[in-house]
């Protein structure tokens, strides 16, 4: 993991218990590499993540802290951003889902890019608080779900954008069932992804390729392509 979650600084409960306060205090709003057009509380060396992600008390019941994916710019949702505000028509005048929506990076690009509604899931509280601040900051409106939606019906929408929500075995189990379910209920989806194991190639169509960097990548390493795609039903049981 990077440097800053590696931080030793003793913890400061206060912002622990206010993640807007210290996500705004030690992270840095910037653009978004490949994004020009949105800005994004990103963390850096000197974030000190650790101290937001730490459990607050050492109770054996604690929960285990949350890796905070939200606070960087994953390859699949800088795709899926990038593609809808290339493709304003993808988004523009529906209602959309930005599913697993970290800090809300592609769900912000569905706004700015002329989407009717945008609700953005995300189950971790810190994340959800970064959204906030994100959308705030970048000027669009978006509400926010901070539960996991994966186990029962989709919301009201016309489109669900699902990036990076492929990253381990488990997770894709629990979201492709509710994809299909999506697609049942006659909703668009579409997968911000970079080929990672887990991505189900065999109901995919690939509608573009961007090369972006991925968090996780060696500084110095030379992007990698990144695939937007629809996701399409299972014809095997049609």
Not at 96 to 118: E, M, P
Not at 137 to 165: F, Q, R
Request: proline share 8%.
């Amino acid at each position: 993991m990077d440097d800053d979650l590696a931080d030793n600084d003793a913890p400061d409960r206060c912002s622990r218990f206010d993640p807007a306060t210290f996500i705004k205090a030690n992270m840095r709003l910037v653009p978004v590499p490949a994004l020009p057009e949105i800005r994004f509380y990103t963390a850096h060396p000197g974030s000190g993540l650790r101290r937001l992600v730490e459990p607050e008390d050492d109770a054996e019941d604690a929960p285990e802290p949350q890796p905070p994916y939200w606070a960087y710019a994953w390859a699949g949702g800088t795709v899926l951003a990038r593609y809808v505000l290339d493709h304003p028509t993808t988004v523009a005048g529906r209602r959309v889902l930005d599913l697993g929506a970290g800090s809300g990076l592609v769900g912000i690009a569905a706004a700015k890019a002329g989407a009717r509604d945008v609700i953005a899931a995300e189950i971790d509280r810190n994340g959800v608080a970064a959204l906030e601040l994100n959308a705030a900051a970048n000027g669009v409106a978006i509400t926010i779900i901070g539960e996991d939606i994966t186990a029962g019906p989709p919301p009201a929408v016309d489109l669900v954008l699902a990036g990076d929500v492929f990253y381990g075995r488990d997770v894709a189990l629990r979201v492709i069932p509710f994809l299909d379910r999506c697609l049942a209920a006659g909703i668009d989806v579409l997968v911000g992804d970079p080929r990672r194991n887990d991505l189900p190639l065999s109901r995919l169509r690939l509608l573009a390729e961007y090369q972006v960097p991925d968090f996780g990548d060696a500084k110095g390493a030379a992007s990698k392509p990144s695939g937007v795609f629809s996701f399409e039903a299972d014809d095997r049981w049609r």
